[in-house]
């Protein structure tokens, strides 16, 4: 990996977040005709996948490595 100049993402919850994004928006216009439908059901993918990331990540945190 080289050094870039500007901003990155190098968190966990960053990358997370990006990557929920681009596969609610994937997801929504595969599934859904309305534009309406899809940005309703886009958010509610972003939410959810973010969302449960969150809650595993709580649940798994006290667990030993």
Known sequence: VRYRQGAQVTSHLGLMVIFSLFVSVVFAVLTRDDP???????A??????????????????????
């Open 44 to 65: 509610r993918l972003f939410g959810g996948f973010v969302g449960a990331g969150i809650v595993i990540g709580w649940l798994l945190y006290p667990l030993p490595l």
């Open 36 to 42: 309406r439908e899809q940005i309703a059901f886009g």
